[in-house]
């Protein structure tokens, strides 16, 4: 006949007494235990047995649980039921519903004639050996009809935040007897093809929200409200289809509605005309092109790529006027111009080719190169005169180039260092001879100031001072005469950039201690940020273990011997400009230090 079958195996538990075994039998010792022993003894041989007491006196007989246990359900040694046929909030059974002793039994039929939309509340009332009780209730309603609703309704093109090319559709659902429970989404081509499909679950409410709303919202008869509009939100990308086929295609959007008791009711609505649809046919340049550094003859632009339903296959830079059109990674973000002209005015050219070989518009962006007169200013303001300048940048690149650094390339630029090798010899000689003169009549000292330095105290705790806990060493990099250098991560300064840690090796000293102190008291008070010398980020003075720690910025390009191994034997305008501007910048930082008085030998 009918019934409602109403399971609750593992439902309840006392876990400690499960946990314990603490009503299950002591088992009595196996006969296999009793085994003849045949031994020497004075006079002649014994044969004797174990001798096992069946019932010894200190076994526990006493008392509700004994070696015997007590049979149970994972600690539960009674269960009843009760159930009433209609909506109850009350944990205990009302008036006149009677508990139905059921013994051990997990599961139970209950002898119900159920009607369309009839609710019924059962209880299970549970009990341990010690009387612990412990009453819960559930709800049954009996739905055999799907869910109502109605044809989804687009909104095509509505911006959503965090959603890019953004669309919606909206259905109305409703279910009154169980409600709904999800609605499973899905776009569809016309060969078949699935090309997207999620699953929305219910959004719920309170019963008191709901009856302030009720044109938009429905409650059960258990009291479980959900809001009536379904939303899927998408993205315009997810109905991207190949371009040939934008105009002619056809996207079946299909909803299937199910309520809680597993009913399901379809709808689904037709989307044709894709090339309505933002996105679908856009392709977009960079966008915020802006010039992050400049000089006579070169200029660094950074720029930003802006959402796209396509992926990027390539990225040109053009320069109008020069015939230069340079190839650019499709994921970089910035590029060096070079080779070009002092005080004057370019329109650079950003192109993004995407999949298929679609190519966007040009996004067209002005710049303006540096007189010749301001850079040669410039050098001499930082390195204190024009040949002091030259002298240093040129013997920083012919240095790189006689040790094999840089070879000598084709054309124009062979024949230029050919011209100049012949009074390198002279230059080098007379940077070695300065060094020496420097060492001589400098008053540094070098114990001194890592006594000042190393032993330089503090009453507050400093900006630059960081907890050990902020630092994550990532791996080790190199190891020096006396410290280790690690790749980090500083956490807390808005960055995930990867930062330096230099500390002492294992082993270290009171000296080297006080070596990588003096270093860090003096970047930290008599340093300022300089573009062309390393960013001093702090210090972790905390940790005995690691020693003082002095953390700087991490140089992403890499370093400069790599750099030059990698293009030793293509040297090009380009690589020959990119040598000149690194002069330039370490002559701009050793100015920097000097004024500082430090002396990098």
């Known amino acids: ?33 009793e085994v003849p022993w045949t031994g020497t003894s004075k006079g002649g ?75 019924f509340t059962i209880w299970v009332r549970v009990k341990d050996a010690f009387d612990n009780i412990l009453v819960d209730r559930t709800h049954v309603t009996f739905d055999s009809t799907p869910p109502l609703a109605q044809e989804p309704h687009a909104k095509l093109n509505t911006p959503v935040p965090g959603v890019d090319f953004s669309s919606k559709f909206d259905l109305l659902a409703t279910d009154d007897e169980s409600g709904i429970a999800f609605v499973d989404w899905a776009f569809t081509r016309q060969n078949g093809t699935v090309i997207y499909n999620k699953t929305i679950p219910a959004e719920r409410t309170t019963r008191q929200i709901c009856d302030e709303n009720l044109n938009n919202c429905r409650c059960t008869k258990t009291n479980e409200c ?33 309520n809680r008791a597993g009913n399901v009711v379809t709808k689904t609505i037709k989307q044709a005309d894709l090339m309505q649809l933002n996105g679908t046919e856009q392709y977009y340049p960079p966008q915020n092109i802006r010039v992050t550094s400049s000089s006579a003859s070169s200029v660094t632009l950074t720029w930003n790529f802006p959402p796209s339903c396509f992926s990027r296959q390539k990225l040109w830079a053009e320069v109008e006027g020069t015939g230069t059109r340079r190839l650019v990674h499709k994921d970089a973000e910035q590029a060096d111009l070079t080779g070009l002209q002092p005080g004057t005015e370019y329109t650079v050219y950003m192109i993004t080719e995407y999949d298929g070989g679609e190519t966007s518009d040009k996004a067209a962006f002005v710049i303006t190169t540096a007189n010749s007169d301001t850079t040669g200013n410039l050098i001499a303001g930082i390195v204190g005169g024009v040949l002091v300048a030259v002298l240093v940048a040129v013997a920083v690149v012919f240095a790189l180039w006689k040790k094999g650094k840089v070879f000598q390339g084709p054309g124009t630029i062979n024949s ?17 001879s300065f060094k020496r003169t420097v060492r001589r009549k400098s008053s540094y000292v070098d114990q001194d100031d890592i006594y000042m330095y190393g032993e330089m105290t503090f009453n507050t705790k400093q900006s630059w001072q960081k907890d050990a806990s902020a630092l994550i060493l990532l791996e080790q990099m190199k190891e020096g005469k006396f410290a280790a250098i690690f790749k980090a991560e500083l956490r807390g300064r808005g960055s995930h950039d990867p930062v330096i840690a230099k500390m002492g090796k294992p082993g270290f ?10 270093k860090i008291n003096f970047m930290a008070t008599q340093l300022d940020d300089h573009p062309n ?69």
């Not at 079958?5 to 400690?16: A, I, L, P, Q, S």
């Not at 959900?226 to 996207?251: D, G, P, R, Y």
């Not at 390198?424 to 070695?432: C, T």
């Not at 020959?576 to 910048?585: H, I, K, S, T, V």
């Open 45 to 119: 041989t014994k044969t004797l047995k174990k001798i096992i007491a069946r019932r010894d006196p200190i076994d526990d007989f006493q008392g509700k649980v004994d070696v015997k246990g007590i049979p149970n359900k994972r600690g539960i040694v009674n269960f009843e039921i009760a159930y009433d046929n209609s909506y109850h909030t009350d944990p205990q059974p009302p008036s006149g519903v009677e508990f139905k002793n059921v013994s051990q039994a997990t599961s139970y039929t209950v002898p119900l004639l159920p009607k369309e939309g009839q609710t």
């Open 509 to 518: 000293s009171e000296e080297d201690s006080m070596k990588m102190m003096a």
């Open 533 to 601: 010398v390393i960013k001093f980020l702090g210090a972790v003075t905390d940790n005995p273990g690691w020693g003082p720690v002095l953390i700087t910025e991490f140089c992403q390009a890499g370093q400069m011997d790599q750099w030059l191994d990698r293009h030793r034997n293509d040297v090009t305008e380009q690589v020959m400009e990119n040598l000149f501007r690194f002069a330039l910048g370490v002559v701009k930082g050793m100015d920097y230090l000097t004024s500082k008085k430090i002396i990098h030998c």
């Open 1 to 33: 006949g009918l019934g409602l079958v109403v399971d609750w195996e593992g439902h309840f538990v006392n876990k400690f007494l499960d946990d314990h075994h603490a009503f299950s039998p002591v088992l009595a010792f196996p006969d296999s235990l």
């Open 416 to 432: 230029g260092l050919n011209k100049m090798s012949s009074g390198i010899d002279n230059v080098y000689e007379r940077g070695r």
């Open 226 to 258: 959900f809001w009536s509009n379904q939303t899927l939100v998408f993205s315009n990308c997810n109905m991207m289809v190949e371009k040939q086929s934008l105009a002619t295609e056809t996207i079946t959007v299909t909803a299937d509605v199910t």
